[in-house]
């Protein structure tokens, strides 16, 4: 069988195209620039020239170490120095003439405090709009050591995202402290005292088990909805409904 003469024609075409790229793989284009080695050094010596910009948080305790130790002690203590003020080197190598960049609007701490669903339940957040509008944060709250000028009374100070599910919910109306023993210390001090959790069916049974006085909530026969599961491992207590 005869092959027809444009098939040879594009097998010629591909047969030349395909020797000119080995040519320039071998004779053209140099070996470093396929080794592994030669752009490994490159890329270090590249970073190296770079300046350095970031001085790190040991360098401020020369000079600041009232504000450090503060910082220590407080709710930043795992914030960087720098994460606020911005590269420091400059001002390591002259304080005097070099000045590092101190936030004073509003726009920079809800960066992480404004309010965001996705963020760990009980960091701190605002709703920016409505949280003492149009004041400098700094104006309430050293940013070194940012306690609160008052303790706040409602739970939605720092519980925003639990807060705006339960609102929500047909648990709108039960306060906190109904499920929840809040001590006097939790409120300044969340993480080392934390609030209780009821830890037994029976506790959600007072409100929805048969036979309990509120006629108008969900009821069920405790001895047999669930089995021996907790109720909140099935429902979720903010937003029951939903579970």
Request: aromatic share 6%; glycine share 8%; charged share 20%.
């Amino acid at each position: 069988m005869k092959i027809p003469e444009q098939v040879t024609r594009i097998a010629a075409v591909g047969a030349i195209i395909a020797a000119g790229a080995v040519g320039v793989r071998f004779y053209f284009v140099p070996q470093s620039y396929f080794s592994r080695e030669v752009h490994q050094q490159t890329t270090v010596a590249r970073e190296i020239a770079k300046p350095i910009s970031f001085a790190g948080s040991l360098e401020c305790r020369d000079c600041h170490d009232d504000v450090t130790a503060k910082m220590d002690r407080g709710y930043h203590k795992t914030l960087g120095c720098e994460s606020c003020h911005g590269p420091g080197t400059g001002h390591v190598d002259d304080p005097e003439g070099v000045k590092v960049f101190s936030p004073r609007d509003r726009k920079f701490c809800p960066v992480c405090h404004a309010y965001d669903s996705a963020r760990p339940t009980g960091f701190p957040q605002i709703t920016v709009n409505s949280h003492n509008p149009r004041q400098p944060c700094i104006k309430c709250h050293s940013p070194h050591d940012p306690v609160p000028p008052h303790v706040p009374q409602e739970c939605s100070a720092c519980h925003g995202q639990i807060e705006r599910t339960k609102a929500l919910s047909s648990h709108a109306l039960v306060k906190c402290t109904v499920c929840h023993e809040v001590g006097k210390e939790h409120k300044i001090s969340p993480r080392s005292s934390t609030a209780t959790k009821p830890e037994t069916r029976a506790f959600c049974g007072t409100c929805h088990a048969e036979g309990s006085p509120n006629a108008d909530m969900p009821k069920v026969d405790m001895t047999k909805h669930g089995g021996s599961y907790l109720c909140w491992q099935c429902h979720y207590a903010h937003l029951p409904e939903g579970s």
